[in-house]
């Protein structure tokens, strides 16, 4: 028989994610969660969610970095702000769940097949680029990064809003420009080279 | 004349042209100027805050920062994303004069002062409009209408600037003004799926469904939206929907699915107006409003 350990020593947790996280824009108030659960009854997805938004919150604080940033509870957040009008303790869990998002980015360490951070990607990639994004354009993308065969099954609505003039076929690759790219751009840069510091 | 900046967004421009031509006509029969933000780049959604969080706030600084420039003082958002992402960066732009993401916004020629209002249509006409104009400004009054208003998540929260966030009345109250009944119903504000019925259908439907459900189990014979993504799923989506969760619509109506239109809360009140309603866009729908309509 084999046997695993599904409990946690204290030692392996990274104990100062939840000071870490903390730092970040809106995250301050994580350390007075009360663990109510407010938050987890009030998400239309939580009961979808491998971890609620309650349980998350408690992992963060206790250092849990690891399942924190793999789970899919921050991909299946729809960021409607619904925990974070509730919340009694004013933890802006929108805003937390932000911040878990692209450390698990940064750190590479989200659902690779998951369409959720690819579709986050592709739109920032293509404002980088044209400054303007086409709704059909980024789903294209997106699927094309995680599920291509996912496109066929999307086809007959596709041909729907194309009939209705609600998409062209030029949607798809992006045409719409903005005049002044250099200067998004160059904000862009800017801003990453301070990062890179 | 009062003058509006129009921030439009993708969606606008592309899968709601609707929401863009009904907006423009209730304005000009109230006599009031929307004026399009020139060279706007995308708002970048909330998708952006997910990959990285200063340069998401720096996208919609620059839309700000040209807002000002061009002497736009109001900024309209009409789609409930854009709204909320240009809010969120207005506040945190307002809220550190001086920092890194200001300062870079300053050398490429987008210094922001922070006196751009950002504005939801909706605000716009139930505050500075307000219902007594509407009312005046009917000529085609709503009767057999049982407007469903469906606010979803981003218009009302975390921003209560102008409604409440689980109780929103705005929307109801033009219908009234209209001549509409306003039908309540407990879901007003509850999350169409968002993305999520491009990335994760499997939820994404199931929170159209929902709405679906609590919205007929109600008597509404029409559904209201004030953003565009909330009405690509509750219209685009809603013959999926409703094939998915037949046996579940069969057991709680006793009877079948009947489709219901779903449209923008500003062809709802072009049409009250006496707009012609091939100004409206009401062909671009998936779902005709049949008899509601008429000439």
């Not at chain 1, 989200?110 to 369409?115: A, E, N, T, V």
């Not at chain 2, 921003?159 to 705005?170: A, E």
């Not at chain 2, 046996?247 to 809360?265: E, L, Y």
Request: net charge positive; with cysteine.
């Amino acid at each position: 028989m084999d046997v695993m350990r599904t409990v946690k020593y204290e030692a392996e947790l990274d104990k100062h994610f939840g000071q870490r996280i903390m730092k970040h824009s809106g995250c301050d108030k994580i350390s007075e969660c009360i663990q109510c659960g407010t938050c987890s009854s009030t998400c239309p997805v939580s009961l979808y969610m491998d971890f609620t938004p309650r349980k998350l919150m408690a992992m963060v604080k206790a250092g849990f970095k690891d399942e924190a940033l793999r789970s899919h509870t921050l991909w299946l957040c729809s960021s409607c702000y619904s925990c974070t009008v509730m919340c009694p303790a004013q933890i802006k869990i929108t805003d937390v769940m932000y911040s878990l998002k692209r450390m698990a980015i940064e750190e590479g360490i989200y659902p690779k097949r998951f369409p959720t951070p690819a579709l986050a990607q592709a739109m920032a990639d293509i404002i980088a680029k044209n400054g303007r994004n086409s709704e059909m354009g980024v789903v294209m993308e997106m699927s094309l990064k995680t599920n291509p065969f996912g496109l066929l099954k999307m086809a007959p609505m596709g041909l729907s809003l194309i009939l209705k003039g609600r998409m062209e076929i030029r949607d798809f690759f992006h045409r719409d420009k903005i005049n002044n790219r250099k200067q998004l751009q160059d904000l862009l840069k800017g801003l990453k080279q301070r990062e890179a510091q | 004349m009062t003058t509006y900046g129009y921030y439009p967004g993708c969606s606008l421009h592309s899968s709601s042209k609707a929401y863009e031509k009904s907006l423009k006509s209730v304005f000009k029969v109230l006599n009031l100027d929307l004026k399009e933000l020139n060279d706007w780049n995308c708002c970048g959604a909330t998708a952006y805050f997910g990959v990285d969080k200063d340069m998401a706030m720096a996208v919609s600084g620059r839309n700000l920062a040209m807002a000002e420039q061009q002497g736009l003082k109001e900024l309209v958002a009409p789609c409930a994303g854009c709204y909320l992402t240009l809010k969120k960066a207005n506040e945190y732009l307002k809220d550190h004069p001086g920092d890194h993401i200001n300062k870079t916004m300053d050398r490429v020629d987008l210094h922001y002062a922070g006196k751009v209002n950002v504005r939801h249509p909706l605000e716009v006409l139930s505050t500075d409009t307000g219902l007594p104009a509407i009312a005046a400004a009917v000529k085609r009054p709503l009767k057999e209408w049982k407007v469903a208003s469906y606010y979803g998540c981003q218009m009302v929260r975390p921003y209560k600037d102008f409604d409440d966030p689980y109780h929103p009345q705005s929307m109801d109250e033009i219908m009234k003004a209209l001549g509409a009944e306003a039908v309540d119903y407990p879901y007003k504000t509850r999350c169409c799926g968002g993305s999520l019925t491009g990335t994760v259908e499997d939820v994404g439907l199931r929170l159209v469904y929902m709405l679906f459900k609590e919205i007929a189990k109600h008597g509404a014979n029409i559904i209201a939206t004030a953003c565009p993504l909330c009405h690509f799923n509750l219209d685009v989506y809603q013959k999926k929907v409703s094939t998915m969760f037949k046996d579940k619509f069969d057991q709680a109506q006793g009877s079948t699915f009947t489709p219901i239109p779903v449209v923008h809360f500003t062809q709802i009140i072009g049409y009250a107006f006496g707009v012609d309603k091939r100004q409206l866009g009401f062909s671009d729908l998936m779902t005709q409003p049949g008899k509601l309509i008429q000439g």
